[in-house]
Each structure stands twice: as structure tokens, then as C-alpha cells.
């Protein structure tokens, strides 16, 4: 239980005091009424005794009583209505509410710190009244009246006449049989009889002498003259006088609710009848439509249908505010003792002294001796019972009958004069004056009489009062017997049917048992007497029972919560609306956060619907509020209910402040860091052949990768139009910024240039969201043309559509727990400052969109105009949290995050716009296929652009052609067969010798220092006009790896009139191109063993291409022809085919192979650029009749492009250190030998069947030759994976092996050739010894000076070398030393000796080489040379 102000030791004796009844004549109610107060009234704050009083027990001991009160009441004749009672009960809890500023305890137990008022005066005010007007009962006597005081005024005619009158009057009252109320103690009442003077205007002396004539006739003991009026209430104070009534009469209490009319005999009923409980108040008048308000149902069910507390359907549905307010009302303003003074208050307080000491408490002491000597005498005993108690009660114990044996007998009654009431009685007279040790003695021995008697009732009260007695017994000799209480509360309630009296004894007990720091047993006591029959009863103890909870040693705090749910729901079902509300939100501190989800619904629910009723309409939206935000596991259906009361209550609260700023809801969840932002328009849909560039859309994924390569892209074109270095201030262009995006910066956007802001929603309950009107919320501040900010910043945040056209979404409908983007546009019409706030919408619910069971929805929802039950307007702020600061020390160590600016977005002035269209684009080729497509530029804007390029990592893909491209003329067949190459008709007699043109790389683009990635666009003079349009071709070859690619194409431009803020736009487009296989080329080229070509220069080659068809018929290829075969290259040009079959045309099946083998000789010197000139020499070998300038557009487009990434490729660059500079160089001469830089153009058609149709696709393949003897490949080859090794666990020691060529890089240093017959024929039986004259050519392929050994002899004389050379040697000088200019052929004239015939391998000298520089000598080894047979006969 909660702490109370007063202890039970000073509770009890203060809710038993002796009762007195006061009967005033007319003059005498007349005087006290000009204080605004009856006479039992203007008493009540004096009854309590200032000092001790003695008395003497029958045993004639001296008994002290301390703080002795009485009761001093006007008679009234009717029992008081229950209904009364209750409505008494109801103001006086409704009327008492916790202080406004009342500190509350904290409480913590566990890891619950609660909030707890310590105190509940309510209760204790709910307690006082309660006992005070318990009506009188027969088998009680402890509130039936002990004395009379009979009150006549010094003014009245008669006053001694009077006091006889009102004597008659109390004694008809009393012995008449017609009235039955009020109860008399005993027979012979006290009459102490008061005159009362008012020293303003009344006769001193008269009053005087009636006193005197009084005390003649009643004994100074019996009468009293009590002077009170001091002064005149209508003269103005000059002290203020202390107004100790109003407390009292505050509480409004039972006996003060009389009228007082005509006359003293004249005593009327309660005029608080039962009729005016059932008024209203005002409050609920204007809710019940509204809020439907049930809590008949079980407490914790929530959704409810009918307002309970507007059915009187039990005793304490009675509306007290309405009552209470009218109380106050009347008691406010008036002032209570007004013709008092302070000497009148001593009188008054003089007169109680006076009549306990003199008048009552004698009347007692001598009653408790009659009654003690009438017991003796009726026992027959000879000591008194005082003395006698102990015998009777050491003795055997006659065993207590168990209560539910006993008949229910509780309507016996006993006669007033039976002995067993009067033992009561006296049992009663002695608690009353605290004599607890004899009031226990007999109350116990009355209850022996009760229970032999089976007189439930009586035995019940003797119990409850024994048990009282026994507790407040001084020296406490004995424990409190809880278990008579136990008793005597089960008796009333279930034998008895008596719930005032089972209530009585229960708070007593409780009390009780919790001085005693017995609170589970207090709790569990309480709880029992909590029934149906009484909400505002039950409310109160099961409040009480769960303070004991949290008083306990260790606090039971969810006993406690759940019992404060309890009493909150019964506080409602009795009309107490504040009290229930408070126990809901103390009980919610338990059940907050714990994942206690339903309970949390429950309580916010209730918190939400009491606010509601009470008008605390900001704490209502909070409640509802929390139900719909935290992630609420209730059914959909009730979670629709909880929505729908939310929207009713927000609506009410909307309305109370129509132009306040719009409130902020809490539905739908808005992720905010999701928020996306783009700049500018739609993309266009691809109309017919036209697909517009797909640029950056809000459709796409965040990919980082491509993100970093547009950067790139970007970074690379701003580099070349800056001359190869990218501005300080450069920033990369963001159209779509999102929480990847880096928004530290204001983004600029553009006037009259959409910004789509995507807000992404989720829907966390299980019903149907409808938002409409919903739009974006913002603020701008505009700035002038001339881009200084206005002098007043214009903030304008409603919709000024001249400024900022907003859109609108009339209906968004989100599903149950769905989560869906919405984007809403926003169209700036004026440079400014923008900032996005958040969204503004209507949220409601759909009607009749819901199955029976809650989790669809029916087909016709999602159609036309929902239904919508009921909305409000309100807003949803879009607050983006920053990056997390991580750079100095100070943001590692404290949190702290950057700015996100992606929603404050600056608006620039005008801008040209480009849009781009790709006409014909293919979405699929063949590897090295070739295929024209165009591309259409149009500015869509109201300016012109310039400074158009486009930029790719994949610039081999396409081109828009060479600056030759005009000047090649179209042949007629090429423009009939639709081919994309620029050809000329040939003679098919011509002989197979190679065509040769020439042309710069330059022209193509690829010039010294240029980035091939980044191609000027070729826009008729440099300029786009607002409006214009311009097609241009553009060839496109599919990328030579099979597979689907993505190629990133990025248009750069500017616009024409330079802008500060933004200096160039970009467009961006992905082609997806999906390649399937074609021709594998793979060619090799080595030296051509003739010295001399036809024109007399030596350094032929030949190349050897290979060409496989890899295409497996996937795409209809029926078959390839190869129709030309071109080389490329500063220094080398093909001379002619070697091995033309008769067939001209080279055709390819399905995996077929074909072989070529071209001869290659150098250009002329006229022919053989300059290294600086970057000319190329083609060479045209062709197959078919038609020539294709392969060095114009596309054909050298591309090759220059496949070369140009070639190139790049990082090649192998050895280091360079001074020391060995020298012979770094000469290992670079020796490399030089076997370099040769020869490119190779294969082109070919394909005859490809699709659709019944027969196409022709053409493309080229391209192999670049860079060293001799080395094989390449037209398409890269894969890596094989290198086989695992073990790993090494010692460091390799760092030596640096000197640099030294490979062995075929040596054998390219000098190249030697022997000239001899193929057959020699000797006669050997004329001569033994064969000579035969060879000569051994040998030239220098280095461009430097070389110092050459050539030794004749056979280097080994193994078996093995014998049966390769067979037995010949060389005859003459063996060893040579020669020195050969750069290029120089040099011969020797040798002579080889055999002795027999046969075959033999004249390869066998053996060249050393070095540079003649050099001191370190190489070994030319002669692997790669043939075998040189000779056959020598015998004729």
C-alpha cells in the first residue's frame, strides 16, 4: 500500500470516535447560519481534544485516553441512500488528484527506475469518507449516537420552554417506533444542553441569568453557555480570521447535506437521491460518437464498440465531475465564520473541553460500570469481569467451529436488552474511550456467545473489532490474529452478503498488515475483496495492492504494472478518467521497451482513448502515435482500428488549430538516407529503329565499379580539352545523387530542368496505406539575374508555382507492409537557392479493402479512386544524416558527421541540353564484324552547344570516321551491296600482286601525344543551335573476344556562352553488344632464305597466316570468304601471294581451315616514312574482284584503333643503369634484328542465312607481327593458369644477372646462307678425295658494325656427330675473323673434302658474332637455318 499521512495507530482510533447529536431550535441554527455554517459545523474543527483526558475502568483504575475526538453530527432521520454513498465516494476520489508539482519517487528495482507518487490521497480521502458514512447497524453500536446536545439561542422568548421542547423532540426521536434512524447507544441518552449568545447584538446580562436558571435545573454539569458573533459579518475585517472549515466541508460529507427549514422538528431527507446520479457530464456528451468507448469486455482486450460508462448498468457509473464542479462552485467565495473572532474559536474549543471532560466522558465511565455490573450480575460471579478475564480465557479453548459448517443464520437477531449485546456494547464503549485491553476481553467473549449462538453476523463484527483491539492493545501482548479478520471478512461478504462491511474490514486489516510490513498478504487481501459489484472499489484496492507490490523488500515490479492496468481499467469502468489514465501511464514505464509488444498496444491504446476523453488531445496523438510506430505484432484488423482511432483523434487535434504549421506523422516510415535525388528530364522510350541514349535514369542500380570508370571517362576529356591537365576546381558531374554519391557539395541544377526526388516509404502495419496530395515540401530563395542575393531573402514555402512548380501525386497507395518509392518532380522556374524540407500528403486508410480475415485485399482496391475512410494533411520532414567524419584525430575519437546537401540544390541559370538517338544499332555482331549505324544529335534546349566529343575505354569499337573519309568516292557495287567499306572495282585477271596506298595515322586520329579514347565529334560548324538536329555515320566493328560487353560511351559538350558555375554537361550511354565467334587468325613471318629480292635489296620475309572458321553456326553463318588480305606498316609491305590456288576465292565452312603464305619485302626509301610523319603503307592482296581501300574510313579506322590499344599494352622495359649502359644498348641492337613491326588486315564477308533471307555481314581481323618467328593472334588468347609450386621459405640471395639476349634474338644478329650444288657427281675410283666449292654467304640484319668468327671445324668427334655430318671437313683456312658493316653481305669461298659417296649436312659452320664494340662475344647458334644437303654421286 502507498504511504499515508496518518500511521494506523492514529487511523483507528480516529475512525471510531464517540458520535453526539446536536438538535437546535431556530434561533439557535439562525445564529450559526450567519457564519454560512450549521452548529454541527461550526464544531467540527474543535472536536479534538488539546490534552489528555482521564477516566476510571470498573476495576478503578486510571485509564488515559490521548487525542480524543468526537463526532458531533445533526440528526437526521432517514438512513443515508447508498446511492448517496457511492456518489459521495465518487466526487471525493475525482475531486482528489495528485499535486501538479508533486515530486514522485524513483523507485529503482532491477533495471527498472520507475516514477512512483509515494503517496495516494485519493484513497485516503476515498477511506475517511467511506468510514465516516458507514449508516448505523443493530449488531454494532460503535457509530450510534452517546448524547444529544440541544442548542437553543439567549434571543428566543422562551429559551428554557425551548430546551424542553427540543428535549421532548430528541426523546419522541429516540423511543417512537416510527423512526428507526438514527441509533441510540443506550436508552438513557446524555442531554447536555447549550445556549448559545450572540455577543454582537444579542442581551449579555439576559443570557446571563438564562444560563443561571438553566444550571438551577440541569446541574452546572449539563449545561453550557457558548457566546460566538463577536462581530458583524457586513463590517470589513480589519484582521484576516483563518478559515479552519473549508477543509472539512470540502469533503462534502454525508451529514452536512441536510436543508434546514421551517422548524427544529422539521429533519428532510438526503435531497442527493438516486435520480441526478445518472446526469452526464459534458465531456462524454461529445465523445461517445466519436470514440466508442467499451470496457465491459476483458482489460486487456482492446478494440471495444460501446462506451460502458454510458450504460448504468452498475452501481458506480455515476458521473462526478459535473457535481463536483458545482460543489466548488459553491464553496468558492463564500466565507465560513465570518462574525468569528479568534476569541470565539477559543470558546468553541472551551465548549468541547467542557462537555467531554463534564459531560461525556463521566456518561461513558458511568455506563461502562452499569453495563460491567449487569455482566457480574448475570454470570452470577463475584469479581468483576475485568479481574475475571483471565480465567475465562486461560482455560480450555472451545475449538472454533469452521465457517462453513455453520448455518447461515446472519438475519438472527437479538432483542436490544439481550446480555450477548450488551457485553458488545460495552466491548464498544471501551474502544471507543482506547481501553483496547478490556474492549478485547469482551469483544472475544461476545464472540464465543455469537458463535455458540450461529448469530454470523455479530460474530463477524465481535471478530473484526477483536482483532483491532488486539492490534492497538498497548505493549502489544499478544500478535495480530490476521486470521479473525480472514474470518470475519468471509463471513460478511459471502454469509452476510454485506460488501460496506467486508470493505471496512479489509482496509483496516490492510492497514494493519502493512505497519507490519506484511505487503503480500496485505496485497492478497485487497485483491479478494476486488468484485463486480463496485468499479470504484475494486479500482482503488487493486491500486493499493500493487503499492504493496513495489514495496516489498524486493519490489515485484510487473505485479505491480499489472495491477496498476488493473485498477486503471476499473478507474475507467467507474467514470474516473484522470485516475485511470495515471495508472495506465504509471504502469507503462514498466512495460515500455521490454518487447512486451501487445501489452505496450494495450496501455498506449487506453493512454490514447482516456487523453482523448479528458481533452488532453496532444498526449491522445502521442499514445496512438507509439502504437503505429513500433513494429506491432497485432492482427490487421486491429491494427486497422488502431489507425482509424489515430486518424479520428489527429483530425480533432488538426481542427482545433486550423492555421497552425502542419503536424508531423508518423506514417508511412520514411528511410531517409535512401532518399534519391535526379537532375533532369525522363529518358525518352526508343522510338521505332531510334533508341535514345541511355544516359543516367533513376531506374538503374548504384553500381560503385561504373560509378569510378564515368569519373574516369570524365576526368580523361576534361584532361584533354584543359591540354592534358584536369582543373583544380573540377568536380565530377552527379545527375543521380544517392548515399553512395558524394554530397558535401551544394548540386547544381539547371532552370526549367526537372529535379525528381525519390523517397522511398515503407509500410509497416498490415493494412492499406492511401496517401494523396501528396507533394514535395520546400523552401527557395530566389536570386536576381544578375546572381547577387535579393536584399530580403524571400523564404517561400508554400507552393509559388511562378517560382517552383511542384507536382502532385493524387493517390499513392502503399500495401500492407510493403515498402515502395515514390518520385515527386519538382520544376525550378528562377535561379535561387533551393531546399528540399519533406513531403506534405493526406494519410488515411482504404474502406472495404480488407477480406474477412485481414491479410488480402480485393481485386477492385488497387483500381480508380480508393475509397478513403478518413485523412489528415501533415508532413514528413526528409532529414539525411551525413557521413561519419573519419580524417583528423578529433573526429576518429567523437562522433561526428559530415553535411549532406544532396536536397539543398543550387538552380543556375540556363544550360544547352543534348539529346542523343542511335539509329540501326545492332544489338549483336559477329567478332570483327563491321557495321554502319548512325547517330543523331539534337539540343533540346533553348541554347546552343559546342566542343562536342565522345570518350570510351573501348575506342576500337567504332568510329565516325577519318578526315580522308569525304574525299574516298563510293564505288556503285558498294553502295548496291550496302557495304560499309569503301571499295573499287578490280580486273579478276589482274595478277595477285599487291595494291598499294598510303595514309597517315594522323588523319586517323592517332597522332603522336593525342588520347585515342577521347574523338571529337564531326558536327557541321562545331555548333548545335537550340532546336537543330544533325545525323552522322558511325561504323562499329564487334570487340574481338566472343561474349556480352558493355561499352560506356560519354558525350562531352559546352555550351557556347561560358558559365561560372557549371563549365561543360555530359551525356552517358551503355551499348550492350553481345559478340558471337568468327575467323581466328594467327600468322607468323620469318625470313626468306634468298638473299636478294627481284629488285636486287635483300631482307625478304615471309608470313605465314593461318585462318580458322570458329564460328559454330550459331548465328546462320553458312560460310566465310576471304576476300583481301592487307598489310600495314611504316617499313614492310606485302609483294605478292605465294600460294594462290586456282581457286581465287577463299571460302571457310564451319570449322575449316585455310592457310595463306605472303611475301613481304621492305618499302623503298621514298616509300619509308620518317619515324615522325606516322605513315603507314598498305598493301591490298586481294581475292575477290573488288578492291577495299583498306587504307580509308572504316578500315583504317579500326586497324589504327586496334593498334593504338595495342600499343598501350605495357611493353617490357629493361632498367637502365649508367655502368651497363653499354651493353644494355647492344642487347637492344641485337633485339633490333628480330623486331619487325608488320600489321595484318584480314577482311572477309559472311553469308548468313536469317529468316529465309541471305545477308552478307563483312568485318576485319587484325594480327599485329612484332618479332620474327613468334606466332600471333588476331584475338587475345587465355592465359593459361601456372601450375602450383611449393612455396620457398629462404630469401633468394639479390644478384643481378647481366642482361643477355635469347638465343633467337642472336640468331637474328647475322644471317647466313650457303650456296652449293644440290648434287655433286665425282668419279672415286680416278680420284679418292672430292672437293667441291661452296660459298657461305653471310649479312649483317643489325644497323651496326659487327666483328664475326666463322669456325670451320666440327665442334664435336663423337659417334653420334659422325652419323650427322657424315665424314667430310672442310678443307683451306678454318677459322675466319671478318668485320661486316651495318647490313653489309659478305661471302666466303669454302671447300668441302669426302672421301665416299652419299648425303651429307653441310650446315655444320659455326658463326660467332659480336657488335664490334663489345668485348663480350655471342654464338650465333644455327638452329633456325635449314639442313643443307648434299648429295655426292659416283660416276
Partial sequence: ???????????????????????????????????????????????????????????????????????????????????????????????????????????????????????????????????????????????????????????????????????????????????????????????????????????????????????????????????????????????????????????????NQESYEDGPCTITSNKNSDSNLLSLDGLDNEVKDGLPNNFRAHPLQLDSSSDASNSIDGPDHV?????????????????????????????????????????????????IRQLNDQLISRKGLSRSLFSATKKWFSGSKVPEKSINELKNTSGLLYPPEAPELQIRKMADLCFLVQHYDLAYSCYHTAKKDFLNDQAMLYAAGALEMAAVSAFLQPGAPRPYPAHYMDTAIQTYRDICKNMVLAERCVLLSAEILKSQSKYSEAAALLIRLTSEDSDLRSALLLEQAAHCFINMKSPMVRKYAFHMILAGHRFSKAGQKKHALRCYCQAMQVYK??????????????????????????????????????????????????????????????????????????????????????????????????????????????????????????????????????????????????????????????????????????????????????????????????????????????????????????????????????????????????????????LGTIQGCMTVDGIGSLPGCHTGKHSLSMSVRGRQDLEIQGPRLNNTKEEKTSIKYGPDRRLDPIITEEMPLLEVFFIHFPTGLLCGEIRKAYVEFVNVSKSPLTGLKVVSKRPEFFTFGGNTAVLTPLSPSASENCSAYKTVATDSTAVCTALISSASSVDFGIGIGSQPEVIPVPLPDTVLLPGASVQLPMWLRGPDEEGVHEINFLFYYESVKKQPKIRHRILRHTAVICTSRSLNVRATVCRSNSLEDEEGRGGNMLVFVDVENTNTSEAGVKEFHIVQVSSSSKHWKFQ??????????????????????????????????????????????????????????????????????????????????TEKQSLEDAVRLIQKCSEVDLNIVVLWKAYVVEDSKQLILEGQHHVILRTIGKEAFSCPQKQEPPEMELLKFFRPENTTVPLRPSVEQLSNLIKTSLHYPESFNHPFHQKSLCLVPVTLLLSNCSKADVDVIVDLRHKTTSPEALEIHGSFTWLGQTQYKLQLKSQEIHSLQLKACFVHTGVYNLGTPRVFAKLSDQVTVFETSQQNSMPALIIINNV
Fill in 1 to 255: 500500500m502507498a504511504q499515508c499521512v496518518q500511521s494506523v495507530q492514529e487511523l483507528i482510533p480516529d475512525s471510531f470516535v464517540p458520535c453526539v447529536a446536536a438538535l437546535c431550535s431556530d434561533e439557535a441554527e439562525r445564529l450559526t447560519r450567519l457564519n454560512h455554517l450549521s452548529f454541527a459545523e461550526l464544531l467540527k474543527p474543535f472536536s479534538r481534544l488539546t490534552s489528555e483526558v482521564h477516566m476510571r475502568d470498573p476495576n478503578n483504575q486510571l485509564h488515559i485516553i490521548k487525542n480524543l475526538k468526537i463526532a458531533v453530527s445533526n440528526i437526521i432521520t432517514q438512513p443515508p441512500q447508498p446511492g448517496a454513498i457511492r456518489k459521495l465516494l465518487n466526487d471525493v476520489v475525482s475531486g482528489s488528484q495528485p499535486a501538479e508539482g508533486l515530486v514522485a519517487n524513483v523507485i529503482t528495482a532491477g533495471d527498472y527506475d520507475l516514477n512512483i507518487s509515494a503517496t495516494t490521497p485519493w484513497f485516503e480521502s476515498y477511506r475517511e469518507t467511506f468510514l465516516q458514512s458507514m449508516p448505523a447497524s443493530d449488531h454494532e453500536f460503535l457509530n450510534h449516537y452517546l448524547a444529544c446536545m440541544l442548542v437553543a439561542s439567549s434571543s428566543e422568548a422562551e429559551p428554557v420552554e425551548q430546551f424542553s421542547k427540543l428535549s421532548q423532540e430528541q426523546h419522541r426521536i429516540q423511543h417512537n417506533s416510527d423512526y428507526s434512524y438514527p441509533k441510540w447507544f443506550i436508552p438513557n441518552t446524555l442531554k447536555y444542553y447549550v445556549l448559545l449568545h450572540d455577543v454582537s447584538a444579542g442581551d449579555e446580562q439576559r443570557a446571563e441569568s438564562i444560563y443561571e436558571e438553566m444550571k438551577q435545573k440541569y446541574g452546572t454539569q449539563g449545561c453550557y453557555l457558548l457566546k460566538i458573533n463577536s462581530r458583524t459579518s457586513n463590517r470589513a475585517s480589519d484582521e484576516q480570521i483563518p478559515d479552519p472549515w473549508s477543509q472539512y466541508l470540502q469533503k462534502n460529507s454525508i451529514q
Fill in 319 to 367: 458521473k462526478s465531475a459535473s457535481s463536483l464542479h458545482e460543489t466548488k462552485k459553491a464553496n468558492t467565495g463564500i466565507i465560513h465564520g465570518a462574525c468569528l473572532t479568534l476569541t470565539d474559536h477559543d470558546r468553541i474549543r472551551q465548549f468541547i473541553q467542557e462537555f467531554t471532560f463534564r459531560g461525556l466522558l463521566p456518561h461513558i465511565e458511568k455506563t
Fill in 593 to 842: 521497451g521490454k518487447g512486451w509488444s501487445l501489452a505496450e498496444d494495450h496501455i498506449n491504446f487506453t493512454i490514447g482513448r482516456q487523453s482523448y476523453t479528458l481533452r488532453q488531445l496532444e498526449n491522445a496523438v502521442s499514445a496512438f502515435r507509439h502504437i503505429l510506430i513500433n513494429e506491432s505484432k497485432q492482427s490487421a484488423a486491429q491494427q486497422g482500428a488502431f489507425l482509424r482511432e489515430y486518424l479520428y483523434v489527429y483530425k480533432n487535434v488538426s481542427q482545433l488549430s486550423p492555421d497552425g504549421p502542419l503536424p508531423q506523422l508518423p506514417l508511412p516510415y520514411i528511410n531517409s538516407s535512401a532518399t534519391r535525388v535526379f537532375f533532369g528530364h525522363d529518358r525518352r522510350p526508343a522510338d521505332g529503329e531510334k533508341q535514345a541514349a541511355t544516359h543516367v535514369s533513376l531506374d538503374q542500380e548504384y553500381d560503385s565499379e561504373s560509378s569510378q570508370q564515368w569519373r574516369e571517362l570524365e576526368e580523361q576529356v576534361v584532361a584533354v580539352v584543359n591540354r592534358g591537365v584536369v582543373p583544380s576546381n573540377f568536380y565530377p558531374t552527379q545527375y543521380c545523387l544517392n548515399s553512395y554519391s558524394d554530397n558535401s557539395r551544394f548540386p547544381l541544377a539547371v532552370v526549367e530542368e526537372p529535379i525528381t526526388v525519390e523517397v522511398a516509404f515503407r509500410n509497416p502495419l498490415k493494412v492499406p496505406l492511401l496517401l494523396t496530395d501528396l507533394s514535395l515540401l520546400w523552401k527557395f530563395q530566389p536570386k536576381d539575374t544578375s546572381g547577387k542575393d535579393n536584399e530580403e531573402v524571400k523564404e517561400l514555402v508554400t507552393g509559388e508555382p511562378k517560382m517552383i512548380g511542384t507536382e502532385v501525386i493524387s493517390e499513392f497507395l502503399i500495401n500492407s507492409e510493403e515498402s515502395k518509392v515514390a518520385r515527386l518532380k519538382l520544376f525550378p522556374h528562377h535561379i535561387g537557392e533551393l531546399h528540399i524540407l519533406g513531403v506534405v500528403y493526406n
Fill in 1136 to 1217: 605478292k601471294s605465294v600460294n594462290l590456288s586456282e581457286n581465287k576465292d577463299a571460302k571457310l565452312a564451319s570449322r575449316e581451315k585455310g592457310k595463306f603464305c605472303f611475301k613481304a619485302i621492305r618499302c623503298k626509301e621514298k616509300e619509308v616514312a620518317t619515324q615522325s610523319s606516322e605513315k603507314y603503307t598498305f598493301a591490298d592482296i586481294i581475292f575477290g574482284n573488288e578492291q577495299i581501300i583498306s587504307s580509308a574510313s572504316p578500315c583504317a579506322d579500326f586497324f589504327y584503333r586496334s593498334l593504338s590499344s595495342e600499343l598501350k599494352k605495357p611493353q617490357a622495359q629493361p632498367s637502365v643503369h
